[in-house]
Every structure is written in C-alpha cells, then in structure tokens.
C-alpha cells in the first residue's frame, strides 16, 4: 500500500471527535438560533399589532384628541399615523406626516403609499371610524432588533460550548497521548507493562492485553537469547573437535589405515556437527512458532503419524537388533487431533530416536495409542536403563543430558524438541518408568476436542 493510500486509511480519533462533537454542537445552534430568530420575529409582529390595536381602541371613545397628536411629535416617536372620521365621513383627525389614502378596510391591511408599506389597522364605532397605521420598515427593523435580541445568547454560548467540549475531549484523551509517548519513547528490548491509570474504560482493555503481549514478548526474547548462548556454547565444542581433526589429518604420517581412521573420526564429527544444527533449526522454529488454537489445525490421524515416524526410526532399530512397533492394535475409534502433521512426526520421532540410541541393543520400543477418559493417549516405552526419578524434571531443558544415559552422545535437544511441540498442541508430557519393559515411559495426553461424527478417524 502506497504512502498516500496509508494516509487516506488513518485518521486522529482526537481530530474525528473534535470535528463531529463541534460540527454537532454548530449546526444544533444555527438551528436553534434560526428558529429563535424566526419566533421573535413573529412575536415582534403580534406585539406590534396587538399595541395598533390597543391604540385603536382608546381612541374610539371619542375624546378630545391633545395637542400632541395634532402636533404629530409622539406619532413620530412611535412612527404611528392616525387618520379619524366621523358618521358623516368627515375627517376629524389626521397626523401631519401621515401619506395614508383616505380609506381603509375594517381590521389589519397592508397598504403602499408613496413608495412607503404601512401595517393599518382601521376600528368602526357607531360614532368615528378610527385608523392606526406603522410604517413596516420601521416595525420590520425594530423587530430585526428584538429578534437579535434573542439570538444573541445563543452566539455568546456557542463558543464558550465548543471550547468546553474541547477541553473535556483533549482532556479525556491525554492518558492515550501519555500511552503513546510511553511506547515511543521505551527501546526495542523495553517489555515493561504500560501503566494503565486514568485510562478511559474502552481503552484499558487494550493497553492490558498490550501489557500481557510485551509479557509474552519478553518471555520469548529472553528465551531467544538464552537459545543463542547455548547454541553458541553446545556448536563451540563440536567445531573444534573437527578443527582439530583435520588438522591431525593434515599433520597424519602416509599410514593408509591411520589416515582412513581420521577420516571416519571427521566424518562422524561432521555428521554430530549436522545433526546438531538439525536439532537447533527445529527447535528454534518450533519455540517461535504460535500457540496451537484447538478449533484450528487439521485433522491428524495419529496411527499415519505413529507409522511414518516408526518408519523413519526403523534403520537405526534394526541396526541395533530392537523389536520396534506398535504395542497392541486398539479396537475403538480414536478420534484425531487438531495440529501439524509433520510437527507431531517430528515429536514422534524423537521420542523414538531417543529410546533407540539409549535402549541396548536386542532390547524393545513400544509405542501404543489409547482412548482415555476421552482423550487421545501417545505412549511409548523401552526397555533401557530409564531417567532417575530426580532427573525427570529437567530432561526436557536444551542441553541437558541425565547422567545416567550418558552413554551414548547426542545433543540434549530432543526432549525439548518434544516438548515445544506438545504445547503448541496443547498436549501434557508425563515420565515415568515401564512397568511393562522396565525402562523410560513417555507419556503424551493430547486435549479432548468435540468433533463432527464424520470427522472420527477409525483405528486402522
């Protein structure tokens, strides 16, 4: 993905906030503003008419009008224009500026005259008709003022709103800031959990689950690294063995049987040296692979396994004259199990491999497969010298070899080949002595996982 596509994917959850919380906050005032501004108008307009028509009314009794209304000056003040007119139709009263016609409609009109829009009010009585007219500029331009008026508070609020809203989102959000400069700041090798306080709800369960992955993370670099120092100390010894086996060879007499000698000693030396990288290559492949989910994985018929991994340890058995195969034929169905094929093959094997090379020669290997209590059972058993009880726990650590079987030479690494594979598998390692053969008895137990009925493999 292109840098312009990466842009365009991410965004500020800040920024995101801000921009939908303010929009939010600034169109929910315009509404609000518009709709005061358009209720005070029309407020404005019943106010006005109301008051023409109380005008109206207190001149309909047919008192004496004053001076001032003669005089216009009050009119001018109000931009009110009085025309009044008796039974006769004869004019009574009329304000000095007033451009009204000389009739009106009964009730509110609206009348231009001289280029001027009036709001007209005209009262009939049974003794004067009266009319009371506004100039609407007027009126429309003090209404523009009230309604202002009331929108006024709305843009004094809106503002102060919207950087409230801003403080509180910058605020709720500065434990992730915090979080975030944490995690820049640390090194590569920094697996120290991220502190958690004041984070929001919705955020803490990530950095949690952060914290639990620096967790694993640290576990499995420390375990790199101790990988990198035993590989570095167990591969010293076996290349200067080789070193200096060829370099007898180079300072070795011309006797042809001396010479072939060294030369089968440097094989065996080379082939050690192989193995051994082997062994390390799996292993490191092996511990740095992920957990085995059990809902995923492929089926994995243990009786192909056992018969591929029998079939690749068979050569060295029957070099050694051992009675290698499966113990017994089990009747009922086993169901298989979720994982890697070839994974399980190679814990198989080593198992196998590792009873072989310490089983003397005529003696017997058994592997067996069982059903218990639901779950799929891989066992095998020989009849070797076995591990001392003591020793058992720490047989599966990478280099390490019981000294009881020290006997033969090998690399340390095969028990704990065998056991990163099982907990990738979610199977349990169990030693113990052979009842049946007298020596070591490894036990794999693998986890129960309900499957389809079309799914169960039948004991072949």
């Given at each position: 993905m292109s840098p312009l596509a990466k842009s365009r994917t991410t965004h500020s959850l800040r920024g995101r906030l801000l921009w939908f919380v303010l929009a939010a906050i600034l169109l929910a005032a315009l509404l609000q503003a518009a709709t005061a501004y358009r209720g005070a108008l029309q407020q404005a307009d019943a106010m006005f008419d109301d008051h023409l028509q109380q005008m109206a009314r207190s001149l309909r009794s047919g008192i004496p009008l004053g001076s001032p209304l003669i005089d216009g000056d009050e009119d001018a003040s109000f931009d009110l224009y009085v025309?009044?007119?008796?039974q006769d139709g004869t004019q009574l009263f009329r304000s000095t500026r007033s451009a009204l016609p000389p009739r009106a409609v009964l009730g509110f009109s609206d009348v231009e005259a001289n280029g001027n829009r009036y709001r007209v009010y005209t009262l009939q009585t049974a003794l004067q008709t009266v009319q009371i007219a506004q100039d609407l500029d007027a009126r429309s331009a003090r209404a523009r003022a009230l309604a202002l008026k009331a929108v006024l508070p709305f843009a004094l609020l809106t503002p102060l709103l919207m950087l409230a809203v801003w403080w509180v989102i910058s605020l709720s959000l500065a434990p992730i800031e915090r979080a975030r400069r944490q995690v820049a700041g640390r090194s590569a090798d920094d697996f120290s959990p991220l502190a958690n306080t004041g984070l929001p709800g919705e955020v803490r369960p990530l950095v949690d689950e952060l914290n639990l992955l620096f967790g694993r993370v640290r576990g499995a670099f420390d375990a790199q690294k101790n990988f990198v120092a035993d590989a570095a100390h167990e591969l010293?010894?076996?290349?200067?063995a080789l070193k200096l086996q060829a370099q007898a060879l180079r300072r070795g007499d011309d006797d042809p049987a001396e010479r072939a000698a060294g030369i089968a000693r440097l094989n065996q030396g080379i082939d050690r040296a192989i193995r051994l990288v082997e062994q390390l290559l799996v292993l490191a492949r092996e511990e740095a692979g992920p957990g085995q989910n059990p809902e995923d994985g492929e089926n994995v018929n243990l009786h192909e396994v056992v018969k591929l991994a029998v079939a690749d340890v068979?050569?060295?058995a029957g070099h050694k004259q051992i009675d290698l195969g499966l113990a017994d034929k089990p009747g009922a169905q086993l169901p298989p199990v979720p994982g890697q094929r070839e994974a399980l093959r190679i814990m198989l094997r080593n198992l196998l491999d590792n009873a072989v090379k310490y089983t003397p020669a005529g003696g017997q290997v058994d592997v067996s497969l069982q059903l218990q209590q639901g779950q799929p059972v891989l066992t095998v058993e020989d009849s070797g010298p076995g591990i001392a009880a003591q020793g058992r726990p720490r047989v599966f650590d990478r280099f390490f070899?019981?000294?009881d079987v020290a006997l033969e030479t090998g690399s340390g690494l095969g028990?704990?080949?065998?056991?990163?594979?099982?907990?990738?598998?979610?199977?349990?390692?169990?030693?113990?002595?052979?009842?049946?053969?007298?020596?070591?008895?490894?036990?794999?137990?693998?986890?129960?996982?309900?499957?389809a009925p079309?799914?169960?493999?039948?004991?072949?």
């Open positions: 025309q009044i007119w008796g010293r010894s076996p290349l200067t068979l050569p060295l070899r019981a000294s028990l704990a080949i065998v056991k990163a594979i099982a907990e990738r598998h979610g199977a349990t390692l169990a030693l113990d002595r052979s009842s049946r053969l007298g020596g070591l008895k490894v036990e794999v137990r693998f986890a129960p996982r309900p499957l079309g799914a169960i493999a039948t004991a072949q």
